[in-house]
Nanobody, 128 residues
Framework: EVQLQASGGGLVQPGESLTLSCTAS????????IGWFRQAPGKEREGVAG????????????FYADSVKGRFTISRDSAKTTVFLQMNNLEPEDSAIYYC?????????????????WGQGTLVTVSS
C-alpha cells in the first residue's frame, strides 16, 4: 500500500518559518516526482512546489508557484524517502492545508491531475 505522510504544519506568525515533510512508503521513491499543493478555504488546490525524481542526473528540475519563489525551497532525501518543503518568511496568504503527492515521472507537474498518490495534508496557519 502506497502511503504519503505529510507533517510539520502548525501555527506561526508572519515572517516565521516552517519545514514540511512528506515521507513515502510502498513505492519506489526514486521513480517518482513529488509535488506540494495547498488548498485554502473557498479556493482551488494549487501547486506550490515540485521536484524531479532522483534518477542520478546532475540536472534537477523543480517548480515553484510565483507567490512562493524566493521563500520556499523543496528538497528530497532518498535515503529517508522524504521530501521537504522549507518555508521562510511566511505570510497570512500561505495559510492552507498542504498536501504532498507523487507522480511516476521524471519531471514534476504543476497541475494536481497528473499525480497518482496523495498524502492526507497538514495544516499551516500564519497569523499574528
Amino acid at each position: 500500500e502506497v502511503q504519503l505522510q505529510a507533517s510539520g504544519g502548525g501555527l506561526v506568525q508572519p515572517g516565521e518559518s516552517l519545514t514540511l515533510s512528506c515521507t513515502a512508503s510502498g513505492l519506489t521513491f526514486d521513480e517518482y516526482a513529488i509535488g506540494w499543493f495547498r488548498q485554502a478555504p473557498g479556493k482551488e488546490r494549487e501547486g506550490v512546489a515540485g521536484i524531479n525524481r532522483d534518477d542520478g542526473s546532475k540536472y534537477g528540475s523543480t517548480f515553484y508557484a510565483d507567490s512562493v519563489k524566493g521563500r520556499f525551497t523543496i528538497s528530497r532525501d532518498s535515503a529517508k524517502t522524504t521530501v521537504f518543503l522549507q518555508m521562510n518568511n511566511l505570510e497570512p496568504e500561505d495559510s492552507a492545508i498542504y498536501y504532498c503527492a507523487a507522480h511516476r515521472a521524471a519531471i514534476p507537474r504543476t497541475h494536481s491531475s497528473f499525480y497518482d498518490y496523495w498524502g492526507q495534508g497538514t495544516l499551516v496557519t500564519v497569523s499574528s
